[in-house]
Nanobody, 125 residues
């Protein structure tokens, strides 16, 4: 059974850092786009960052550019999100997601078939 598991969320102060990790089980995603989304209370789930099947395929939301770095370890079927210079508005549940289609595209939640349970990130001012 395909499963995605996030880890690394928690509490940070504004200006601090957190590193999220996503482990994938049940199939390889080496040919698939994987990404991070987040959802704050009362808001829709929004795209944060995504990375494709090669190291130069990285995409970021404007809110993440210059502060977050996405990376993947293809042999280990893992993905990470290094978050620096955190702001209170980064507070949300962060979800790991993966597309089912090989060499797919798209950055909306509906483009991703597999989802983790989410990990809470709270940034205090």
């Amino acid at each position: 059974q395909v499963r995605l598991e996030e880890s690394g969320g928690g509490l940070a102060q504004a200006g601090g850092s957190l590193r999220l990790s996503c482990s994938a089980y049940g199939r390889s995603f080496s040919r698939n786009l994987m990404g991070w989304f987040r959802q704050a209370p009362g808001k829709e789930r929004e795209f944060v960052a995504a990375m494709g099947w090669t190291g130069n395929m990285k995409f970021y939301a404007d809110s993440a550019k210059g502060r977050f770095i996405i990376s993947r370890s293809y042999p280990e079927n893992m993905m990470h999100l290094q978050m620096d210079s955190l702001k209170p508005e980064d507070t949300a549940v962060y979800y790991c997601a993966a597309q089912a289609t090989d060499y797919g595209s798209g950055g909306t939640p509906s483009d991703f078939a597999y989802w983790g349970q989410g990990t809470q990130v709270t940034v205090s001012s």
